[in-house]
């Protein structure tokens, strides 16, 4: 059974945060952020996290064997036993591989991949006004999804700041460095039949029930 062995997918700027809290909140499975969890990393200034910086400021992918051992180590704590939902990971056809070996040795496999789709230019537009909590990490939109005080997240009070990558330069390479590494995922997870294309357009509450939809009822 892996039904609630999850993957978000899709674009950077899609959305995948933003949905992220709405089914972890229905599903009771853990948030698996590769991007925040290196951001976590750069933050405390560990080796890892100094040598990911060098590739996270430039819009370009830090190396699979770095991703691949922080996401293996994740998935080795308990909490991960009635599933997961990973943002942001797999990025690459290598992790999409090593994912796929790392669950079958647990006798697990992908139950579903959410596809998120939003067009190129409504991304920009996303990334260039998102801020994030400092302390919790969710995502708002200066213009889209303003928080209830200016500067302030809405759901711990923590401090909102923009990502140093949601440049716009930056943000052109990250879509341009998707569509050629991580959109070849899609029809990678195709071949396994667990994808679920959604229509990233819509109304962030609207996104959401057709992410419900697409994985089904609560156990
Ligand atoms: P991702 O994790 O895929 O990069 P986020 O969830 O951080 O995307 O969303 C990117 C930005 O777009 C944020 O500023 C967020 O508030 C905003 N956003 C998310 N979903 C929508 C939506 N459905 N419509 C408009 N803006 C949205
Ligand atoms: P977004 O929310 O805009 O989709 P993320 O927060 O997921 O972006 O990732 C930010 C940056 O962290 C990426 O541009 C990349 O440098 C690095 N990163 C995150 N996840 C991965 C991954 N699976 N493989 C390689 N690099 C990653
Ligand atoms: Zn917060």
Redesign the pocket.
């Known amino acids: 059974m892996a039904q609630f062995d999850l993957i978000i997918l ?10 992220a809290s709405g089914i972890v909140e229905t599903y009771g499975v853990p948030h698996i952020s590769t991007g925040d969890m290196l951001r976590d990393a750069v933050k405390n200034q560990t080796a890892m996290g100094l040598e990911a910086k060098k590739y996270m400021d430039k819009g370009e992918l830090v190396p699979d064997e770095v991703v691949i051992g922080i996401v293996r180590d994740r998935l080795q704590q308990p909490d991960t036993s009635k599933g997961f939902l990973l ?1 942001g990971f797999p990025r690459t056809i290598p992790q999409a591989e090593a994912l796929d070996q790392m669950l079958a040795g647990i006798e697990r496999n992908v139950g579903k991949v959410i596809a ?1 789709l939003v067009n190129d230019e409504a991304l920009v537009k ?2 260039t ?3 994030i909590c400092r302390d919790c990490q969710a ?3 200066v213009v ?2 303003p928080p209830k005080v200016e500067g302030i997240c809405d759901k711990c009070g923590g401090e909102l700041y923009q990502r140093d990558d949601d440049t716009e330069a930056t943000v052109r390479n990250r879509l341009e460095v998707y569509r050629q590494q991580t959109e070849p995922l899609i029809e990678y997870y195709d071949k396994q039949s667990v994808i679920a294309r959604i229509d ?1 357009d ?3 509450g609207a ?1 959401l029930e057709d992410v419900k939809a697409a994985i089904g009822p609560v156990l």
């Open positions: 899709g674009p950077p700027g899609a959305g995948k945060g933003t949905q943002d998120i996303r990334l006004g998102r801020r995502p708002v939109h889209f999804n990233g819509q109304a962030p996104v």
